[in-house]
């Protein structure tokens, strides 16, 4: 079986590269054996259609409040974040994607790597309802999310759960 050739062009607006990735997303994910392989398949899919971020990458709950890293793209992630602790966890504690606008103005920001300046975090769910992790996404510019990056990635989060579960939907 051979995969489709992700091909995006990097100046078209962030807007209709979004739509790409929606379009395209659940034929690539879908089916996915466990979350392993829909996280690093999801990592490419992102770092492609959304180059100018210089991180894109997973946290997974390992424990009732811990998270550790899963697959990403970028320079070296944290290895855990407590739940107490920075914007991923907060995301995980509070089960909400959380926007910050500028890093520094986020009191409780884990600095992996300084060039963060602004960040996305997107908590995932398992079709039962469970938190698996959080989607972090980092941009070396100040204020480079919005509600449009919210609403995409949050999207793309729900596609990334039904394509875990085509066995439960095939029986439904
Ligand atoms: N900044 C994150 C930590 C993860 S890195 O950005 C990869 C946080 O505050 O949770």
């Given at each position: 079986?051979?995969?489709?050739?992700?091909?995006?062009?990097?100046?078209l607006?962030?807007?209709?590269?979004?739509?790409?990735?929606?379009?395209?997303?659940?034929?690539?994910?879908?089916?996915?054996?466990?979350?392993?392989?829909?996280?690093?398949?999801?990592?490419?899919?992102?770092?492609?259609?959304?180059?100018?971020?210089?991180?894109?990458?997973?946290?997974?709950?390992?424990?009732?409040?811990?998270?550790?890293i899963?697959?990403?793209?970028?320079?070296?992630?944290?290895?855990?974040?407590?739940?107490?602790k920075?914007?991923?966890?907060?995301?995980?504690r509070?089960?909400r994607?959380?926007?910050?606008?500028?890093?520094?103005?986020?009191?409780?920001?884990?600095?992996?790597?300084?060039?963060?300046?602004?960040?996305?975090?997107?908590?995932?769910?398992?079709?039962?309802?469970?938190?698996?992790?959080?989607?972090?996404?980092?941009?070396?510019?100040v204020?480079?999310?919005?509600?449009?990056?919210?609403?995409?990635?949050?999207?793309?989060?729900?596609?990334?759960?039904?394509?875990?579960?085509?066995?439960?939907?095939?029986?439904?």
């Amino acid at each position: 079986m051979s995969e489709p050739v992700l091909q995006v062009d990097p100046a078209l607006p962030r807007e209709e590269r979004y739509a790409a990735l929606l379009k395209i997303a659940p034929s690539v994910l879908h089916d996915s054996p466990d979350w392993t392989a829909c996280m690093a398949t999801s990592v490419t899919l992102l770092a492609t259609h959304l180059p100018e971020f210089f991180w894109i990458g997973f946290y997974r709950v390992i424990e009732p409040s811990l998270l550790a890293i899963g697959p990403y793209r970028g320079t070296l992630g944290c290895l855990t974040i407590p739940f107490s602790k920075g914007v991923c966890g907060k995301a995980a504690r509070e089960g909400r994607t959380v926007l910050v606008p500028d890093v520094t103005k986020f009191e409780d920001h884990i600095a992996c790597d300084d060039a963060s300046k602004s960040e996305i975090v997107v908590p995932l769910y398992d079709r039962e309802g469970h938190l698996i992790g959080v989607l972090d996404v980092d941009s070396e510019r100040v204020e480079d999310f919005e509600d449009d990056d919210k609403e995409a990635l949050e999207k793309f989060a729900g596609t990334m759960r039904e394509a875990l579960h085509r066995e439960l939907s095939d029986d439904e």
